[in-house]
């Protein structure tokens, strides 16, 4: 595979010079009709063998286009902060908004490849990783994201001589490190491993472009003369994704697919079940003390929890979310409310503002409205497309997974009421000084498309109750019990959680 890629080839400086002066023209006039349209973000990622120039060569597309509108990253070993995260935490915090370039160093691929090399992943769990990486790269060209990705080489002879040339200079030798030299060593296996990690990732919308290290001219040139024509390419592209788009995001309704279903998963719940005032009373004091006290031991063992909460408008979330977290210790919880995304949200991928808020370990993350939003109100209210939230269940069902293989406990709550219900509380709420505020004109604007948005739920809890992360359903048209059972829920799965953690029980 690599052998095109050791061919010495070399560019003078005098034809350097003249390649450049166009070549940095192109960039330029692209960049600025990218940030202009803000459409989609452009991702570089930059691997290969040490000493090969991808520091330089980053360096360079920083001199040729404008910095302001460009990040680089160079990923280290995880800090505390990020290992107490999930794994791909840290690149979703540092992804660029649309109309934005991100240059990456030693990121995604970087510790697969060096686990491979030193034996810390056998084939499955290599496979695995890999696999992880195809699906967050899916995701982010589906979402029109423009991926590309480097693989800087150098022959086993050429990297030694260009290790050996940097510590032999005094302005450079930092740049050389111990591990330089062991991974030296190990050239053959960071060959192999590097062969099948280009060979298993390399797809037409995230592709690897494999250059050639030896000659600073030449690297710098390929490297930009790809990314030009890729960058264009994609900015034309981007026309065509646009315009088959549109409709979408006009308020038109996406909500009547399969409108003919006749039975929901609600339909089967029994909304009269209720709880006297005297046993809620009674049963919400010891759920809480319980509940406190299992919190403060999962906090104890770095056990991090995320409570999702959905449901029709005055179902009851606020009010369960609040007799849950009454007995945590408030410094280890944060409670998320999410409404219609921001200017800088909508700049992103749509699940970028809620990895953002995922709790480090130990602690407790609640989210009011959650990433469903994209099957739920998305979906009906016609702002997304029918490609958009069709193929957001698998998203989302991959960004459960990585939550639930990190430890994490997940769980996911729809409250469930009747419209006969649900009209009660809207007037209960307008006659009320203390309430009237949570009434708004979207939500009678949502009741109108009931019907709508109980088929987009029963399909979203068909398409997303998995075995490790399934959905509750919550049987609300009766507050104190929709409470109770909330809160015994959580009780019952941190229980499992301990005990599965300490091995006899918590």
Same mark, same amino acid.
């Given at each position: 595979?690599?052998?095109?890629?050791?061919?010495?080839?070399?560019?003078?400086?005098?034809?350097?010079?003249?390649?450049?002066?166009?070549?940095?023209?192109?960039?330029?006039?692209?960049?600025?009709?990218?940030?202009?349209r803000?459409?989609?973000?452009?991702?570089?990622?930059?691997?290969?063998?040490?000493?090969?120039?991808?520091?330089?060569?980053?360096?360079?597309?920083?001199?040729?286009?404008?910095?302001?509108?460009?990040?680089?990253?160079?990923?280290q070993a995880?800090?505390? %902060?990020? +290992?107490?995260?999930?794994?791909?935490?840290?690149?979703?915090?540092?992804?660029p908004?649309?109309?934005?370039?991100?240059?990456?160093?030693?990121?995604?691929?970087?510790?697969?490849?060096? *686990?491979?090399v030193? &034996?810390?992943?056998?084939?499955?769990?290599?496979?695995?990783?890999?696999?992880?990486?195809?699906?967050?790269?899916?995701?982010?060209?589906d979402?029109?994201?423009?991926?590309?990705?480097?693989?800087?080489?150098?022959?086993?002879?050429?990297?030694?001589?260009?290790?050996?040339?940097?510590?032999?200079?005094?302005?450079?030798?930092?740049?050389?490190?111990?591990?330089?030299?062991?991974?030296?060593?190990?050239?053959?296996?960071?060959?192999?491993?590097?062969?099948?990690?280009?060979?298993?990732?390399?797809?037409?919308?995230?592709p690897?472009?494999?250059?050639?290290?030896?000659?600073?001219?030449?690297?710098?040139?390929?490297?930009? %003369?790809?990314?030009?024509?890729?960058?264009? +390419?994609?900015?034309?592209?981007?026309?065509?994704?646009?315009?088959?788009?549109?409709?979408?995001?006009?308020?038109?309704?996406?909500?009547?697919?399969?409108?003919?279903?006749?039975?929901?998963?609600?339909?089967?719940?029994?909304?009269?079940?209720?709880?006297?005032?005297?046993?809620?009373?009674?049963?919400?004091?010891?759920? *809480?003390?319980?509940?406190?006290?299992?919190?403060?031991?999962?906090g104890?063992?770095g056990?991090?929890?995320?409570?999702?909460? %959905?449901?029709?408008?005055?179902?009851?979330?606020?009010?369960?979310?609040?007799?849950?977290?009454?007995?945590?210790?408030?410094?280890?919880?944060?409670?998320?409310?999410?409404?219609?995304?921001?200017d800088?949200?909508?700049?992103?991928?749509?699940?970028?503002?809620?990895?953002?808020?995922?709790?480090?370990? &130990? *602690?407790?993350?609640?989210?009011?409205?959650?990433w469903? &939003?994209?099957?739920?109100?998305?979906?009906?209210? &016609?702002?997304?497309?029918?490609?958009?939230?069709?193929?957001?269940?698998?998203?989302?069902?991959?960004?459960?997974?990585?939550?639930?293989?990190?430890?994490?406990?997940? $769980?996911?709550?729809?409250?469930?009421i009747?419209?006969?219900e649900?009209?009660?509380?809207f007037?209960?709420?307008?006659?009320?000084?203390?309430?009237?505020?949570?009434?708004?004109?979207?939500d009678?604007?949502?009741?109108? *498309?009931?019907?709508a948005?109980?088929?987009?739920?029963?399909?979203?809890?068909?398409?997303?109750?998995?075995?490790?992360?399934?959905?509750? $359903?919550?049987?609300?048209?009766?507050?104190?019990?929709?409470?109770?059972?909330?809160?015994q829920?959580?009780?019952?799965?941190?229980?499992?959680?301990?005990?599965?953690?300490?091995?006899?029980?918590?």
């Amino acid at each position: 595979m690599f052998d095109a890629a050791e061919l010495g080839q070399t560019v003078g400086d005098k034809a350097f010079a003249k390649r450049e002066r166009d070549l940095r023209a192109q960039l330029l006039e692209l960049q600025y009709r990218s940030l202009e349209r803000a459409r989609f973000p452009v991702l570089i990622d930059f691997a290969g063998v040490d000493g090969a120039g991808k520091g330089t060569t980053i360096n360079m597309l920083n001199k040729w286009m404008d910095p302001r509108w460009l990040r680089t990253v160079g990923y280290q070993a995880p800090t505390e %902060e990020e +290992r107490s995260r999930p794994r791909f935490w840290r690149y979703w915090r540092d992804m660029p908004p649309k109309g934005r370039i991100g240059l990456f160093l030693s990121g995604r691929y970087s510790r697969v490849l060096l *686990q491979r090399v030193y &034996g810390g992943l056998d084939d499955a769990a290599f496979e695995e990783r890999l696999a992880q990486i195809i699906r967050f790269e899916n995701m982010l060209v589906d979402d029109g994201a423009l991926v590309l990705k480097f693989w800087m080489h150098l022959s086993q002879e050429h990297q030694k001589t260009r290790l050996e040339t940097l510590a032999a200079d005094p302005a450079l030798s930092y740049r050389v490190r111990e591990k330089d030299w062991r991974n030296h060593e190990h050239y053959d296996a960071f060959i192999v491993a590097g062969e099948k990690i280009i060979s298993r990732t390399n797809k037409g919308d995230a592709p690897w472009n494999i250059v050639e290290g030896v000659d600073a001219n030449h690297r710098h040139l390929e490297v930009g %003369e790809i990314l030009t024509a890729e960058l264009a +390419r994609h900015l034309e592209n981007n026309k065509d994704r646009t315009r088959r788009k549109t409709g979408a995001g006009n308020g038109e309704s996406n909500g009547g697919a399969n409108s003919k279903r006749s039975v929901t998963v609600f339909d089967k719940l029994d909304l009269s079940l209720q709880v006297g005032r005297e046993e809620y009373e009674q049963a919400l004091g010891r759920c *809480q003390a319980r509940l406190g006290e299992l919190g403060r031991i999962a906090g104890e063992k770095g056990i991090s929890t995320v409570l999702a909460f %959905e449901g029709p408008d005055a179902a009851g979330k606020g009010g369960a979310i609040r007799r849950t977290v009454w007995s945590l210790d408030a410094r280890w919880y944060r409670v998320h409310q999410f409404a219609a995304p921001t200017d800088v949200e909508r700049a992103h991928h749509y699940l970028w503002r809620f990895w953002q808020r995922l709790p480090r370990a &130990g *602690q407790v993350s609640v989210f009011d409205r959650s990433w469903y &939003g994209r099957v739920l109100v998305e979906r009906t209210e &016609g702002f997304a497309s029918e490609d958009e939230w069709r193929r957001a269940y698998a998203e989302i069902n991959d960004f459960e997974s990585q939550l639930v293989d990190d430890g994490i406990l997940l $769980l996911k709550f729809w409250l469930q009421i009747d419209k006969d219900e649900q009209i009660s509380r809207f007037e209960k709420r307008a006659q009320s000084p203390y309430k009237h505020w949570k009434l708004t004109d979207e939500d009678w604007r949502n009741r109108e *498309q009931w019907d709508a948005y109980q088929i987009a739920a029963h399909e979203m809890i068909q398409y997303t109750s998995t075995r490790t992360s399934p959905w509750v $359903l919550v049987e609300g048209n009766d507050k104190q019990f929709a409470r109770l059972k909330v809160i015994q829920t959580v009780i019952d799965h941190l229980q499992a959680r301990l005990a599965e953690d300490n091995g006899n029980g918590a």
